[in-house]
């Protein structure tokens, strides 16, 4: 008897959305090598048309080496990845009375289970999916991806954007440092919104259809800075990161629409401003992807009809307060 056994079927997010509003523009990006760290220097106009500017140094080492495991997601890599934690963990589940032969097929591996006791071909059979499904999960935690389901109930893996986030923070500390120092007797809605066009105005990084490139172009925050480049998911993500630093317990979201992906921020909602609801939380929208320059609970006209239309998933940035209670 032959069970088939092909790998998750892959969706990423595509193309991001553009907007009919003003265009974003970064007027200046320096960096500088000085003492083991790499000194960034930005200028750029906001959404009002004012000159704006950060300046932070991040450590060189970490910039350069985070994420290092994080590649482009290839099919063939993980389908071989799988085959090997099969190949070793079988021998220790098949006995006497039933025996599994693995077949390698282009895109799939199919297992042919033999024996004398049907009982013990199917508790092989259930066991040996049990060791598909650990050795799919271990690739993929490997690879900083994970199992993702959108708002059509379609599921697929992505790039893991929550952890991303997370991971990021203790890096992205110095840039939440700068803001705060300088910024820090504003409204929380006039900090996000400078932050919103600081990462609104770096280039935004076009895109070819990821469902047939598999998921290239996302850019980890390291080197989305680096590059000073990036698409709608490697923004979001980068603004996600920053905000938790500075703003540690604020319920913060990312918010993934057919091809598209913003944020929501547990901020005062005003009358008038695009929001959601999330479990009983109302969540003000922002558009970190940029080329256009939507101040924030302000977003694109494809993006308020998905919304209004419900057709969005979502998923939690956690708090610090949760992530230290994690680690305890």
């Given amino acids: 008897m032959k069970k088939s056994l092909p790998l998750t079927s892959l969706l990423l997010l595509s193309l991001c959305f553009y907007s009919s509003f003003s265009l ?42 985070a994420f290092s495991r994080f590649r482009d997601y290839n099919p063939d890599v993980a389908l071989r990845h799988v085959e090997v934690g099969i190949l070793r963990g079988l ?16 895109n799939e591996i199919v297992l042919n289970f033999t024996g004398n006791d049907q009982a013990a071909i199917n508790k092989l059979r259930r066991a040996t999916m049990l060791l598909k499904r650990q050795s799919e999960q271990a690739y993929y935690n490997k690879a900083f991806y994970h199992e993702y389901k959108d ?25 939440a440092q700068h ?18 066009s600081f990462v609104q105005t770096i280039p935004y990084q076009d895109l070819e259809d990821r ?41 913060l979201i990312m918010v993934y629409l057919p091809n598209h992906a913003l944020i929501g921020i ?33 977003i694109a006209e494809q993006s308020q009809i998905y919304i209004g239309a419900k057709s969005y998933s979502i998923e939690s940035i956690p708090t610090k307060n949760s992530l230290m209670r994690r680690k305890g």
């Fill in 266 to 298: 547990q901020i005062p909602y005003q009358k008038g401003d695009e929001k959601i609801e999330v479990e009983g939380t109302q969540y003000v929208l922002a558009e970190p992807t940029g080329p256009a320059l939507l101040p924030v609970a302000n």
């Fill in 24 to 65: 974003s523009k970064q007027t200046s990006f320096k960096t500088m090598q000085e003492n083991g760290k790499t000194k960034f220097t930005y200028k750029w106009s906001d959404h009002k048309q004012r000159q704006q500017k950060i300046s932070f140094a991040l450590d060189s080492q970490q910039l350069n080496n």
């Fill in 91 to 106: 021998p220790a589940l098949q006995d006497k009375n039933a025996q599994a032969k693995l077949i390698k097929r282009p």
């Fill in 179 to 196: 803001i705060f120092e300088n910024y820090k007797n504003l409204p929380t809605r006039e900090i996000v919104n400078y932050l919103l």
């Fill in 151 to 175: 708002s059509f109930g379609k599921q697929g893996i992505k790039a893991d954007h929550v952890r991303f986030t997370t991971e990021s923070m203790s890096m992205l500390t110095p840039i």
């Fill in 211 to 251: 469902h047939t490139t598999h998921g290239a172009g996302f850019s980890p925050p390291n080197r989305l800075l680096l590059e000073n480049r990036g698409d709608c998911d490697s923004k979001s993500v980068l603004m996600l990161g920053i905000l938790r630093n500075l703003f540690p317990n604020l319920g």
